[in-house]
């Protein structure tokens, strides 16, 4: 409503002083070209928010798949569990019965979210120790036994790594993704802009790109909307 208002206000005022007849066909354009405007900045508008919305999208799932690597699945999943409980629970205040089984439920996921945690952390401690006393046996090995360890040494490695590199690929997804959701939006509403800005000035109004800042998912950028500048 705020931008419809706008848009009839600079259209009467562009329009003001000018009773004569002979004026009646570039009063004409004059509207037309702020219809165009206002539909394109509408459209303009409309094509931000799906691109918002889907650079959104990507961000959550990116999280959840970082998540999912840091935490391990089964952790997560409980987590996710738990956070549905918990939302149930708060649905179900006046109900006492409920709220009990739901109480006993949490315990339980914590407990389990407690144990899974646990197991993690004692298998990366296995791992590391393991590691240790690989290098130290090495350093004090035969040529033939070094070489073996070695190789065991190196599959230890390369499951710590796993992760590292589990991380960076999908991190150079989502930016990769991210960024072509952002090239796309400001490519198609500039298009929109210049085209809609150069039909305006055939009708006599000037008008120009209004940047706006625009967050997709964690990044900002400057998007062009029109703005009417004058009548010539």
């Not at 699945?73 to 987590?79: C, E, H, Q, S």
Request: overall charge negative.
């Amino acid at each position: 409503m705020k931008k419809k208002f706008l848009s009839i206000s600079l259209m009467l005022v562009l329009l003001t002083g000018v009773a004569s007849p002979t004026f009646a066909a570039s009063d004409k354009d004059v509207e037309e070209a702020m219809k165009m405007i206002e539909k394109t900045n509408v459209e303009i508008d409309e094509k931000i928010e799906k691109a918002v919305e889907k650079a959104d999208e990507l961000q959550e799932d990116y999280l959840l798949d970082i998540r999912k690597i840091e935490e391990g699945g089964k952790v997560l999943d409980i987590k996710i569990e738990k956070n549905e409980v918990l939302a149930e629970l708060e649905m179900s205040k006046h109900d006492l019965k409920k709220q009990v089984k739901l109480q006993e439920k949490l315990f339980k996921l914590d407990q389990k979210m407690i144990e899974e945690q646990a197991k993690i952390d004692k298998e990366m401690a296995e791992i590391n120790f393991e590691i240790t006393e690989l290098t130290e046996r090495i350093v004090s090995a035969d040529e033939k036994d070094a070489k073996k360890l070695e190789k065991k040494l190196n599959k230890l490695t390369e499951k710590l790594d796993t992760k590292s590199i589990e991380f960076k690929e999908k991190t150079t997804k989502y930016t990769y993704e991210l960024n072509k959701v952002i090239k796309d939006i400001y490519d198609v509403t500039f298009k929109m802009s210049a085209e809609t800005i150069a039909k305006a000035a055939e009708k006599g109004i000037e008008a120009e790109c209004s940047w706006k800042l625009v967050r997709f998912a964690d990044q900002w950028v400057w998007i062009d909307p029109i703005r009417v500048v004058g009548r010539r």
